[in-house]
């Protein structure tokens, strides 16, 4: 039976490095694969662009109105059997979207293996992840480290150098004027504090 696998993790913690493996994995044995970002990530245009500096282009930019059920169906009937779906960047999805990659599992019989960020900033879930979580059936954290050594949980966004803690949930490409950092509850909520004025 073919699996919808979440694999979640803060910033910096490999997601889009380990998609592209997962694509060399299997094209290297002469699989083919299909690679899907939100076009709203607009980092590397339509390309998934690794931290490593490793970058692979994505076969099809999604829109929040596309049907990926339908996508996979029209790519499978024009191109082939498919062995992998794989998704960069999945909490920019749509909640719809997510239950269409289910169907792809299930009506298609092809895997599924997104990746994304669990939370915002804020801690808040993005609608994409939080319906990963609820439908995936396998859910795999992937780890990174704080600068302090402990296990990041938090992303954290600076604008201009400072931390800051309220703004839209969506801010890509602003320039070098936004920053994310990955951090541990412990540095997460000290950073707030003090932003905050002592507010928890």
Do not use: W
């Amino acid at each position: 039976m073919a699996k919808l696998f979440f694999r979640y993790g803060a910033m910096n913690s490999g997601k889009s490095t380990a998609l592209m493996q997962a694509a060399h994995n299997y094209e290297e044995r002469g699989m083919r694969v299909l690679v899907l970002k939100p076009r709203v990530d607009t980092r590397g245009g339509g390309r998934i662009v690794s931290r490593l500096g490793v970058s692979r282009t994505a076969d099809l930019l999604v829109i929040p109105e596309m049907d990926l059920l339908a996508e996979v169906r029209r790519d499978i009937a024009q191109n082939g059997a498919l062995a992998c779906v794989l998704v960069d960047e999945s909490q920019f999805l749509r909640r719809a979207q997510v239950d269409q990659l289910m169907a792809v599992t299930v009506e298609l019989e092809v895997p599924v293996l997104a990746y994304g960020l669990r939370a915002d900033f804020a801690t808040r879930g993005f609608e994409g992840s939080t319906r990963l979580l609820e439908l995936a059936h396998t859910i795999e954290e992937m780890k990174t480290i704080c600068a302090c050594g402990r296990k990041a949980v938090f992303n954290a966004r600076r604008v201009n150098g400072e931390y800051v803690f309220e703004g839209d949930q969506i801010v890509i490409d602003e320039g070098d004027a936004v920053e994310y950092e990955s951090l541990c509850a412990s540095c997460y909520y000290a950073a707030r504090k003090k932003a905050l004025g002592g507010e928890p």
